[in-house]
Protein backbone atom coordinates (compact mmCIF):
# COMPACT_ATOMS: atom_id res chain seq x y z
CA UNK A 1 0.00 0.00 0.00
CA UNK A 2 2.78 2.16 0.90
CA UNK A 3 4.37 1.42 -2.69
CA UNK A 4 1.28 2.53 -4.49
CA UNK A 5 0.89 6.16 -2.11
CA UNK A 6 4.37 6.65 -3.09
CA UNK A 7 3.92 5.93 -7.04
CA UNK A 8 1.01 8.34 -7.03
CA UNK A 9 2.21 10.92 -4.73
CA UNK A 10 5.25 11.53 -6.65
CA UNK A 11 4.26 11.34 -10.40
CA UNK A 12 4.97 13.92 -12.47
CA UNK A 13 0.68 14.57 -12.72
CA UNK A 14 0.38 15.04 -8.79
CA UNK A 15 3.07 17.35 -8.22
CA UNK A 16 1.93 19.71 -11.27
CA UNK A 17 -1.40 19.91 -9.99
CA UNK A 18 0.26 21.15 -6.50
CA UNK A 19 2.47 23.67 -8.26
CA UNK A 20 -0.95 24.77 -9.90
CA UNK A 21 -3.08 25.36 -7.22
CA UNK A 22 -0.29 27.18 -5.64
CA UNK A 23 0.46 29.49 -8.37
CA UNK A 24 -3.15 29.55 -8.77
CA UNK A 25 -3.34 30.96 -5.65
CA UNK A 26 -1.24 33.66 -5.33
CA UNK A 27 -2.89 34.84 -8.95
CA UNK A 28 -5.63 34.77 -7.10
CA UNK A 29 -5.13 37.78 -4.71
CA UNK A 30 -3.30 39.43 -7.35
CA UNK A 31 -6.15 39.48 -9.53
CA UNK A 32 -8.58 40.25 -6.38
CA UNK A 33 -5.90 42.84 -5.33
CA UNK A 34 -6.18 44.38 -8.79
CA UNK A 35 -9.87 44.35 -9.17
CA UNK A 36 -10.81 45.94 -5.25
CA UNK A 37 -8.08 48.46 -5.23
CA UNK A 38 -7.70 49.41 -9.44
CA UNK A 39 -10.57 48.24 -11.47
CA UNK A 40 -14.00 48.78 -9.04
CA UNK A 41 -12.51 52.24 -7.64
CA UNK A 42 -12.49 53.32 -11.18
CA UNK A 43 -16.04 51.94 -12.05
CA UNK A 44 -17.35 53.36 -8.97
CA UNK A 45 -15.33 56.90 -9.79
CA UNK A 46 -17.75 56.35 -13.79
CA UNK A 47 -20.71 55.49 -11.76
CA UNK A 48 -20.87 58.41 -9.61
CA UNK A 49 -20.18 56.62 -6.48
CA UNK A 50 -22.94 54.42 -6.22
CA UNK A 51 -22.42 50.86 -4.26
CA UNK A 52 -25.03 48.44 -4.90
CA UNK A 53 -24.03 46.18 -1.93
CA UNK A 54 -26.44 48.23 0.18
CA UNK A 55 -29.71 47.40 -1.62
CA UNK A 56 -31.81 45.51 0.52
CA UNK A 57 -35.71 44.90 0.41
CA UNK A 58 -37.29 43.89 3.56
CA UNK A 59 -40.38 41.44 3.17
CA UNK A 60 -42.11 40.80 6.76
CA UNK A 61 -39.09 39.82 8.87
CA UNK A 62 -36.97 38.74 6.34
CA UNK A 63 -34.03 41.23 4.95
CA UNK A 64 -32.99 40.22 1.35
CA UNK A 65 -29.71 41.79 0.44
CA UNK A 66 -30.14 42.06 -3.52
CA UNK A 67 -27.40 44.51 -4.14
CA UNK A 68 -25.04 42.37 -2.61
CA UNK A 69 -26.11 39.85 -5.10
CA UNK A 70 -25.42 42.32 -7.98
CA UNK A 71 -22.16 43.43 -6.39
CA UNK A 72 -21.39 39.79 -6.77
CA UNK A 73 -22.15 39.56 -10.66
CA UNK A 74 -20.30 42.86 -11.14
CA UNK A 75 -17.37 41.65 -9.49
CA UNK A 76 -17.27 38.02 -10.90
CA UNK A 77 -17.42 39.69 -14.36
CA UNK A 78 -14.48 42.33 -13.63
CA UNK A 79 -12.65 38.88 -11.88
CA UNK A 80 -13.34 36.89 -15.33
CA UNK A 81 -12.51 39.75 -17.82
CA UNK A 82 -9.19 40.26 -15.64
CA UNK A 83 -8.46 37.08 -16.09
CA UNK A 84 -9.44 36.39 -19.91
CA UNK A 85 -7.20 39.62 -20.50
CA UNK A 86 -4.01 38.67 -18.50
CA UNK A 87 -4.55 35.05 -19.77
CA UNK A 88 -4.54 36.62 -23.45
CA UNK A 89 -1.30 38.71 -22.54
CA UNK A 90 0.59 35.26 -21.50
CA UNK A 91 -0.63 33.77 -24.85
CA UNK A 92 0.97 36.66 -27.09
CA UNK A 93 3.97 36.58 -24.75
CA UNK A 94 4.64 32.66 -25.26
CA UNK A 95 6.96 32.14 -27.76
CA UNK A 96 5.57 29.92 -30.54
CA UNK A 97 7.85 27.18 -31.10
CA UNK A 98 8.88 26.55 -34.71
CA UNK A 99 7.68 23.95 -36.83
CA UNK A 100 9.79 21.14 -37.63
CA UNK A 101 8.72 19.01 -41.01
CA UNK A 102 10.40 15.79 -40.70
CA UNK A 103 11.35 14.51 -44.41
CA UNK A 104 9.15 12.24 -46.00
CA UNK A 105 10.13 8.38 -45.20
CA UNK A 106 10.70 6.13 -48.01
CA UNK A 107 9.03 2.57 -48.34
CA UNK A 108 11.07 0.25 -47.57
CA UNK A 109 10.36 -3.58 -48.81
CA UNK A 110 10.45 -6.52 -47.16
CA UNK A 111 14.31 -7.29 -47.95
CA UNK A 112 15.40 -3.97 -46.61
CA UNK A 113 13.73 -3.90 -43.47
CA UNK A 114 15.08 -7.52 -42.74
CA UNK A 115 18.53 -6.72 -43.37
CA UNK A 116 18.24 -3.00 -41.81
CA UNK A 117 17.28 -5.13 -38.78
CA UNK A 118 20.11 -8.11 -39.02
CA UNK A 119 22.40 -4.76 -38.84
CA UNK A 120 21.03 -3.30 -35.95
CA UNK A 121 21.52 -6.49 -34.27
CA UNK A 122 25.27 -6.96 -35.27
CA UNK A 123 25.90 -3.54 -33.79
CA UNK A 124 23.98 -4.16 -30.71
CA UNK A 125 26.29 -7.57 -30.10
CA UNK A 126 29.50 -5.82 -31.00
CA UNK A 127 28.74 -3.04 -28.39
CA UNK A 128 28.50 -6.10 -25.40
Not at 19 to 29: D, Q, R
Request: hydrophobic content about 55%; overall charge neutral.
Amino acid sequence: MWKDFKEFAFKGNVIDLAVAVVIGAAFGKIVTSLVENIITPLIGLLSGGYDFSKLSYTFLDAKIMYGAFIQSVIDFIIIAFSIFMAIRLLMKLKRKKPVVEEPPVAEIDAQEALLMEIRDLLKEQNRR
